[in-house]
């Protein structure tokens, strides 16, 4: 098949609007949009991926959920996406297809709409998103952030990173590790309501001790995290067999998509989230100073998760 | 060096805003904007280039240039545009500031901020740009073409498909052609000038044939070529040896980056050109019906270049 036969089969699982909007022209047109935010992200196999332990559906759902996770950081609302694929001479049309399928479910259900995109070939295959989102209001920025704020988490971390090391001895099990590995839930509707509770905020994605530095560094603060008060699931306890053997997975992990938040009123905050129906978990303060240290004591070498 | 090192070295050579309108946050933060185009296009080594015959800095041109090329289809003025890299292991910090480089240059002639990015490690060098265009009115589409119009190109044809060949046989030379396909020029004021002008276009980047046909296909015409007229270099004729043994390469040679528009009312069409200080280059006609004609001959087959 032929690149515009790939094309063809990729979009069509898609609700796309027809050209000079949606794909065929040299490019898709919008029109005015209000402020807007804007991130790219890439999945590469051998990478982020194998073929042995990600499915194509999976591979196509998460490329998608971690630059959903990049607007839901800023509090912003999905609108549109592009997509850049490098197909090695294995993946088939049917393969594609798959990519697409898991893809377009969570496309639609975070009504973001596919716009355009490319197919190259390429030794691995490799998925480049461009997303961008609306902005009902100032972003969530990493900078915001003030000596005596309180850090909260919208989710438990360590799942992904210990259900990386799982899908290394057992690609074929499904669990609850394993599918925060593979099927990443990016947390948008709580970005959006951050937006307008919270003073900072990032994503977890390469761990959360590094991405609390990126935080303090972009707000000039210092962190005071509590190891007792860090979220962590049953299956994540059960799997690394105590809270202390689970603590690397949960600091350092990454790829847990969920969103670090900046509180300036934490009684305040708690009770907005109570009224939206959200959960978050306090899990330290922010004080003058830099760095980020865990029952006081300053956390230091590699911090965190990298790909590289 | 780390990747949040690599980004710095590839980003300082760009005029880019602090945070959160440019790299640093999790999203780039935009203001309102108006209509706009959006498109994304990559390159990748082995199939698009290769560090036997592309310097880095021709690398990160070109990357550039193809994407500008497809704002100009449009007559989108370049406004922003994110690159996600793909890093191999032997890609050291000097070649990520080459690329960047290359980059930056042509950047700064078209004024188009770079705003955000990613970077992964990869087995081949990649990097996938997604860009942004104003559209200062209706944009040009491959659609609005109607059976009368004339066709015209804005710049020669074939010099980079032959040029191509000659990086094959003598890397190191340079050349009108060489340089035609290393630092293909894109036509944005053109586009800008033709989105007032004309009734449909496109760029010439899969060769001419075939994005002719891609444009007829669009506007339910045919096309009627001539072979005469078409625009070719000197430099195109000498290597070729003949305007005969140049037509291949200038019909279906492919990498161009010219403008194709259709025109309704070419006398008109000429007057404003010779106002703008622009040329292009009358080579056909539009007529009911479908396919592309070359002397009153249907072109079948393969039409023109793919990467594929």
């Not at 027809?18 to 047109?29: F, L």
């Not at 194998?50 to 490329?63: L, Q």
């Not at 197909?87 to 297809?97: C, M, S």
């Not at 990016?186 to 003073?199: I, K, L, N, Q, Y």
Request: proline share 6%; glycine share 12%.
């Amino acid at each position: 098949m032929d690149e515009f036969g790939l094309i063809d089969t990729f979009v069509s699982q898609f609700d796309v609007a027809p050209p000079p909007r949606g794909p065929g022209d040299d490019c898709a047109v919008l029109p005015k949009q209000g402020p807007s935010c804007v991130t790219t992200d890439a999945l590469v196999e051998g990478v982020h991926f194998t073929r042995g332990t990600f499915s194509m559906p999976d591979v196509g759902h998460k490329a998608l959920a971690v630059n959903l996770s990049d607007l839901a950081a800023m509090g912003a609302r999905p609108a549109w996406f592009t997509v850049a694929l490098g197909l090695p001479g294995w993946a088939t049309a049917r393969d594609v297809k798959k990519l697409g399928g898991g893809m377009a479910r969570l496309a639609k259900l975070h009504r973001v709409e596919l716009i355009g995109g490319n197919v190259t070939r390429a030794d691995q295959l490799s998925l480049t998103l461009t997303l961008s989102g609306a902005l009902e209001g100032p972003p969530l920025l990493r900078s915001g952030a003030k000596p005596g704020d309180a850090l909260y988490l919208s989710g438990p971390v360590g799942d992904a990173a210990l259900g990386l090391s799982l899908l290394g001895t057992n690609s074929g099990a499904s669990s609850p590790l394993v599918d925060a590995q593979r099927r990443p839930v990016p947390h948008v509707a709580f970005g959006r309501f951050a937006r307008r509770h919270c003073s900072a905020g990032i994503d977890v994605s390469d761990g959360l001790a590094q991405d609390l530095g990126h935080l303090c560094r972009a707000s000039g603060v210092a962190a005071e995290l509590d190891s007792a008060a860090l979220p962590m699931s049953e299956a994540l306890l059960d799997a690394a067999g105590s809270r202390k053997a689970a603590q690397p997975y949960a600091l350092r992990g990454g790829e847990d998509y969920v969103l670090l938040v900046a509180v300036r009123d934490p009684p305040a905050f708690e009770r907005a989230l109570t009224r939206a129906g959200f959960e978050a978990w306090r899990i330290g303060t922010l004080r003058k100073g830099s760095g980020v240290n865990l029952d006081g004591v300053r956390l230091t070498g590699r911090l965190g998760f990298t790909h590289r």
